[in-house]
């Protein structure tokens, strides 16, 4: 697997931005290019029910001006993300990671795919520099799977923002979550938008991207 990836992300050199489509059934991920690339990308985790060539356009304007890759899978299940997802959502990781040359990577999710992108970056903590998501929750089921690391230097920076207007899960939840997490000692950077239902809100894009890159 990990070589038949190797061999389609060998993309010829382009003169614009690009949204490749790769994987067996078409699909299995897609990846942005920007027109001025850098080693710096995005790997974006859907919610459930939507798609992965529809959820990178929430990124692309960005990542185009800011010169950013970003990696979309999906998951295998169109209505959510499972166990069977995980292996191979790293293993498209590490594979853009290494034919890129990336050397800083977001990890972000919206609704479940923060909840995964939470088990991921934690638990993979050496793929990814800092986690961020929207409505994303380590206080659920999905969280009895996550390995809260205790060397310090493990523990990568978490972003979490969520609606005060979301009526799908309500603030109180984010607040616990957000508590919960920096129990476990990791740095927490905690969002809360008066104007933002149960949503990718994209109008944070750039705040987000200016948080990741002040960090060290």
């Not at 990836?5 to 993309?11: C, D, E, I, R, Y």
């Not at 304007?61 to 295998?76: C, D, F, G, I, L």
């Not at 050397?103 to 800092?130: C, M």
């Not at 905690?190 to 933002?196: D, I, L, R, V």
Request: aromatic residues 12%; positive net charge; without cysteine.
């Amino acid at each position: 697997m990990r070589i038949f990836l190797v061999v389609l992300f060998l993309t010829p050199i382009l003169w614009a931005s690009s949204i490749e489509e790769y994987g067996i059934n078409s699909g299995n991920f897609v990846v942005f290019i920007p027109t001025i690339t850098s080693n710096k990308m995005i790997v974006a985790l859907h919610g459930s029910g939507e798609r992965a060539n529809n959820f990178v356009q929430n990124w692309t304007k960005e990542a185009e001006a800011r010169h950013y890759y970003v990696v979309v899978p999906n998951s295998t299940d169109p209505n959510g993300w499972s166990g069977e997802d995980m292996n191979r959502i790293m293993k498209i990781v590490a594979t853009a990671q290494s034919t890129y040359g990336i050397k800083r990577t977001l990890l972000s999710g919206a609704s479940s795919g923060g909840q995964v992108a939470l088990l991921l970056g934690i638990n993979e903590y050496p793929y990814f520099n800092a986690v961020q998501t929207f409505m994303g929750l380590a206080i659920t089921e999905m969280g009895q799977y996550i390995k809260y690391q205790s060397v310090k230097k493990n523990r990568r920076p978490i972003l979490l923002i969520h609606g005060r207007k979301d009526a799908m899960i309500p603030i109180k939840y984010a607040q616990m979550n957000r508590d919960f997490l920096k129990s476990k000692d990791y740095s927490i950077t905690y969002w809360e938008e008066p104007n933002m239902v149960h949503e990718d809100y994209r109008q944070d894009n750039n705040k987000i991207l200016d948080w990741f890159e002040r960090l060290r």
